[in-house]
Antibody, heavy 120, light 107 residues
Framework: QVQLRESGPGLVKPSATLSLTCTVS??????????WSWMRQSPGKGLEWIGY???????NYNPSLKSRVSISIDTSKNQFSLKLTSVAAADTATYYC????????????WGQGTLVTVSS | SYELTQPLSVSVALGQTARITCGGN??????VHWYQQKPGQAPVLVVY???NRPSGIPERFSGFNSGITATLTISRAQADDEADYYC??????????FGGGTKLTVL
């Protein structure tokens, strides 16, 4: 059974860097069959794609966040991570990691999500 | 950048058919996927590649892409279907694109 789980601080100070990790079980992040992705959802709002990483290390980011985002992958731990710099209150959201199928470009498995609040 | 348009809300009487639309430029050239999200939960894939259901999704959920609009149809709507629904496509330039979401209310 494929499972993804987000972990990281639930509270981040303004101007600091938000760091989250997604631990994957039941599937290998070293597979060419999937992209590994981050999304977020501000309270009461819709889904926003942040970016994804491929096993090769290739990344793509939402242009609106590109200057502040980086996604990395650790195949030895079967994890991938998100860093978002210079956060502000507008970055307060539930952050989801998910698996994107390479062949169909749809998300077949999601993590449960983790709420990150930006506040001093 | 590519955009998808969904109605903010749709209402359906219990046992009737709900239709949720998703519009975008030349959407017929794209595969449309649909997710259901209940309050406090992660999204769940209910239809992929326009009209395919993942295992475990009831046959009451179906999709169609007419080329002008993509539609998620929920037949014999149940109280448990009340949720937010999002369409999603892959665009060559924008990559992953989500619609704004539709709140389905079952009356």
């Amino acid at each position: 059974q494929v499972q993804l789980r987000e972990s990281g601080p639930g509270l981040v100070k303004p101007s600091a860097t938000l760091s989250l990790t997604c631990t994957v079980s039941g599937s290998s992040v070293n597979s060419g069959s999937y992209y590994w992705s981050w999304m977020r959802q501000s309270p009461g709002k819709g889904l926003e794609w942040i970016g994804y990483i491929y096993y090769s290390g290739t990344t793509n980011y939402n242009p609106s966040l590109k200057s502040r985002v980086s996604i990395s992958i650790d195949t030895s731990k079967n994890q991938f991570s998100l860093k978002l710099t210079s956060v502000a209150a507008a970055d307060t959201a539930t952050y989801y990691c998910a698996r994107l199928k390479f062949s169909g470009k749809y998300y077949d498995y999601w993590g449960q999500g983790t709420l990150v609040t930006v506040s001093s | 950048s590519y955009e998808l348009t969904q109605p903010l809300s749709v209402s359906v009487a219990l046992g009737q058919t709900a239709r949720i639309t998703c519009g975008g430029n030349n959407i017929g050239s794209k595969n449309v996927h649909w997710y259901q999200q209940k309050p406090g939960q992660a999204p769940v894939l209910v239809v992929y590649r326009d009209n395919n259901r993942p295992s475990g999704i009831p046959e009451r959920f179906s999709g169609f892409n007419s080329g002008i609009t993509a539609t998620l149809t929920i037949s014999r709507a149940q109280a448990d279907d009340e949720a937010d629904y999002y369409c999603q496509v892959w665009d060559t330039n924008t990559h992953v694109v989500f619609g704004g979401g539709t709140k389905l209310t079952v009356l």
